[in-house]
């Protein structure tokens, strides 16, 4: 069973591209996509891009020319849930896109033709993930956030599970993330984190019939600082928890 991984950035891949066995390059549609043995297990290493249409693009090639069985998506992400700070780890239990709204033709957030807004992970993938986190945090010191990383206080890293919400914005004022929390909250959408690829992953997996399964490390909490903390997290941070969770998989 092949398992695609992915990313956005390279920051986010951590050392799995070097860990990657007989690796065999691939390029199709303008991005490289590479094949190999991680842990004795054959995977498939990319680069989704930034933003919706590039991870589907990414997403589609994966499925559809490269026969990936399962794709998991690892990378970072912002905080929009109460108590989920900076360090901690997002395990998606479902995706949603924050930036469709096609009403009143459709309710705001529901995806035309699928008569729902959310789309869901898959269950047992989702659950070796949290498991690999829960374990990673332990293993990693008490799952301390490192105090020399300049972002934030020390705190206890927590993992969570439940909705992740995408779309096409880095949020990046506490104006708009308050916003968003509240308006998906008022509709009955607990959100915990915003990115910019997973729901588009999670619609093509949908759309293929693949499992699909993300873990994102929070690297700001989309507020007014969120400019700053972002690139020093993804920098300093991000790669060694993105190592430690995929490779407890
Ligand atoms: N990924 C990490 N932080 C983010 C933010 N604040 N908005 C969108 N995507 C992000």
């Excluded at 190999?36 to 590039?54: D, E, M, N, R, Y």
Aim: glycine share 12%.
């Amino acid at each position: 069973m092949t398992t695609a991984i992915l990313s956005a950035l390279p920051e986010e891949q951590g050392s799995l591209m070097n860990a990657l066995r007989a690796p065999e390059r691939i390029t199709h549609a303008g991005r490289t996509f590479w094949r190999g043995h991680l842990q004795g297990q054959p995977v498939v290493l990319a680069l989704s891009g930034i933003g919706k249409v590039a991870a589907a693009t990414t997403a589609t090639v994966l499925a559809d020319r490269l026969g990936v069985e399962r794709i998991v998506f690892t990378g970072v992400a912002g905080g929009l849930g109460e108590g989920v700070q900076v360090g901690d780890v997002v395990v998606a239990g479902d995706f949603l896109q924050h930036d469709m709204d096609a009403s009143p033709i459709f309710p705001r957030w529901e995806l035309p033709g699928y008569g729902r807004a959310r789309m869901s992970c898959d269950a047992a993938l989702s659950a070796m993930l949290f498991e690999a986190a829960n374990d990673y945090l332990v293993m990693d010191g008490g799952g301390f956030y490192p105090e020399n990383s300049g972002v934030g206080h020390s705190h206890a890293a927590r993992v969570h599970q439940g909705l992740i919400v995408s779309g096409d914005r880095f949020v990046s004022t506490s104006a708009e993330s308050g916003a968003l929390r509240q308006a998906l909250a008022a509709a009955g959408h607990a959100v915990l984190a915003v990115e910019m690829e997973g729901a588009a992953v999670a619609q093509v997996c949908h759309d293929y019939g693949l499992p699909f399964a993300a873990v994102r490390t929070i690297s700001d909490r989309a507020d007014d600082s969120a400019h700053v903390d972002f690139p020093h997290f993804v920098t300093h941070v991000a790669s060694r928890y993105a190592d430690g969770i995929v490779h407890g998989l």
